[in-house]
């Protein structure tokens, strides 16, 4: 480092004023490095998506000025030492006695203090702004089981798809539109730009970790508690949904998918332009599944497990729907694979197909984990709740799948 050059000409009348000279130098080389290395780290992050984003980023990249700025003075002190104070060669005599400096010991108590103490109130600025509500927010539920992420959306009488009436619905639609609303399940998280989202996140079993690093957005779902995260928006586009704790052999099958053709499966955060279009490229046509379901309960359980409110397609295979996962027997053909019943003991595939959903652990298939699935119940207060009327029609569909 230059600092070399100006303290080793040491004794000539110059020596405090270019000693003064070198240390001014040294220190804008060592701010520039920091803000150097700062530019460098920001240009690998992911792509900003949403407001958060630029608030984390900017708190980021002022961090890694302060911190680069001080590994490089750190470093460089380091150099300059073993080069100016190295031993000549026979000289094996002790270094002078240094007793303290109050000066010194003043300053570097004082310049981190300052450092920290500005850090700490920025970062809580950026924190609760974050953190604080926002006019118009979309409220979305996120549910978090092994293996899969669940959205949920809210359909109440104020937000139905254009042009449907709301005398005109069956009468017990209507009773679920006024009484709380009927609630949209989805494996992704659909919203526009510019549009406020707070999610209200709850577990059905262990610890997971809700992270978009797109959005700078990462929040615990903890088991028997509602979590909440907010982010806003403001680039349309698909970002990767990843669970970043560790909760069992499925964790990986957490993070958004894409198929062979490019579809993505799983979880992704959609941002759509504007209102209008998620109203109908996304909302609507879900609502439409839900005010009219189909008639015939192989559809209607075909509509239910496409979408994605129950969490099977992270381990089980489904050709039909697109499911790839491997942890669990492959659903292909499953209607007519009575080689089941053998071991069971069930009379037939309807029977086994309700009890193995209701009591999985009692069914588990040679060759596979026991306790991965989980038990689907029939009660609203229990965990993992599916209503007989849904379990009948997934199995009405189910039971179509049949052959290799
Ligand atoms: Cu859920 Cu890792």
Known sequence: MSVSNTNTSGKNSGSSGSALLGIIIAGALVIAGGFLIATFWSAVLPKQA????????????????????????VQGLLAYSVLRFRAKPGDTTDGPAIHGNTTLEFVWTAIP???????????????????????????????????????????TRDNLPVGIEFDALAPEIQEDLNDGGITINYPQLATY???????????????????VPAMRIKQDLLPGRV????????????????????????????????????????????????????????????????????????LAGRAVLASGKY???????????????????????IGTRTSRLDSSG??????????????PNDYT??????????????????????????????IAYLLTQTGE
């Open 193 to 211: 730009v510019d549009q406020p989202v707070k999610l209200d996140m709850v577990s059905n079993d262990v610890i997971h970790s809700f992270w």
């Open 227 to 298: 979590t909440e995260i907010r982010f806003t928006p403001i680039e349309v586009g698909t970002y990767r949904v990843v669970c970043a704790e560790l909760c069992g052999s499925g964790h990986g099958n957490m993070a958004g998918q894409l198929d062979p053709d490019g579809n993505v499966l799983g979880a992704w955060v959609v941002v759509y332009p504007d209102e209008a279009t998620f109203r109908r490229e996304f909302f609507d046509p879900e609502a439409m599944n839900l005010l009219f379901p189909p008639e015939d309960p192989a």
């Open 346 to 359: 069930l009379p037939d595939m309807a029977t086994y197909l309700h009890e193995s959903i209701r009591h």
């Open 365 to 394: 298939v040679p060759g596979y984990a026991t306790g991965l699935m989980p038990a689907f119940n029939p009660e609203p207060d229990q965990p993992n709740y599916m209503p007989e009327s849904d379990l009948e029609n997934i």
């Open 50 to 73: 949403s407001a958060e984003s630029r608030q984390v980023d900017d708190l980021f990249r002022f961090m890694l000025i302060i911190g680069g700025a001080i590994f490089l003075l």
């Open 311 to 333: 969490p099977c397609a992270t381990c089980h295979t489904l050709t039909d729907l697109g499911w790839t996962g491997n942890l669990a027997p492959s659903l292909d053909g």
């Open 113 to 155: 203090a300052v450092v920290v103490a500005v850090l700490a109130v920025y970062s809580y600025n950026v924190w609760t702004s974050i953190r604080a509500p926002k006019p118009n927010e979309q409220v979305s539920g996120v549910v978090g089981a092994r293996f899969a992420w669940t959205f949920n959306y809210n359909l």
